[in-house]
């Protein structure tokens, strides 16, 4: 089996920074991607940021300009890594690590819990 395990997180005063990062593992064969997604309360579950084995990244407009998405694979690790600068209370949600897996589907973290407080 797979798993994605999250650190990081917290509460942060409004403009703060935090990072989190994920590391994969287990029966792995390759990865064609990994990101974050996040879910606010009484909100669907929208993409934060992504990164694929090339180097590709897909980040959310609301997010662009402050936070970066940056991993670490091979050798065994598959880590991605999530740095977030200037935050704001709208970014306050559960913040979840997603892995897509070749041949193995996608994978999900647990969650993080991310507080801006103004």
């Known amino acids: 089996q797979v798993q994605l395990v999250e650190s990081g997180g917290g509460s942060v005063q409004h403009g703060g920074s935090l990072g989190l990062s994920c590391a994969a593992s287990?029966?792995?064969?390759?990865?064609?991607?990994m990101g974050w997604y996040r879910q606010a309360p009484g909100k669907q579950r929208e993409l934060v940021a992504t990164?694929?084995?090339?180097?590709?990244?897909?980040?959310a407009d609301s997010v662009k300009g402050r936070f970066t998405i940056s991993s670490i694979r091979g050798n065994a690790k598959n880590t991605v890594y999530l740095q977030m600068n200037s935050l704001k209370p709208e970014d306050t949600a559960v913040y979840y690590c997603?892995?897509?897996?070749?041949?193995?589907?996608?994978?999900w973290g647990q969650g993080t819990q991310v507080t801006v407080s103004s």
């Open positions: 997603a892995a897509d897996i070749k041949g193995q589907g996608n994978y």
């Open positions: 287990g029966r792995i064969s390759s990865i064609n991607a």
């Open positions: 990164i694929t084995s090339g180097g590709s990244r897909n980040v």
